[in-house]
């Protein structure tokens, strides 16, 4: 895709609604309702996930319903890994890394990409400009 990329609604609440839309405000992400087509365990990371999205609106439902069901997938793979191994018999007897190593790869860099989007993670936060977490007395050193 070509161009620049769009901003999100908190990036353009920091920049003061730049254009003619001052004055609109994004719905709140406790209105936003998980999509019927996502199975249990997506809808309970939807339910997780939303409000902790940064200028959620409803436009961003399937976007974040293709998040949430990554993670449930990528849930699906480990809980296999775990039964089955990452090292499993292959041609000949041979043992060889399971295949479902690339399929968790894959998922994960997917997820990696939509958390930064959502502001999910630390830097997309402050990209989104999200003022750092002060949970405390942290001076800053390992204990």
Known sequence: MKGRKPKSHAEK????????????????????????YLNSQAKRIFGRTAPQVIGMKATHV????????????????????????????????????NSRLQIIREYRAAIQRWAGEFGLTPIGAMRLGAKP???GEDDGTLD
Not at 70 to 87: C, F, P, S, V, Y
């Open 62 to 97: 399937d976007q974040l319903a293709d998040y949430c069901r990554l993670m449930a997938r990528l849930i699906n793979q480990e809980r296999k890994i775990d039964k089955e191994g990452i090292l499993i018999p292959g041609y000949r007897g041979r043992r060889v890394k």
């Open 133 to 135: 977490d002060d949970g």
């Open 13 to 36: 609440k920091i920049l003061g609604f730049p254009g003619h839309h001052k004055h609109r405000k994004a719905p709140k992400s406790d209105k936003v309702k998980a999509p019927s």
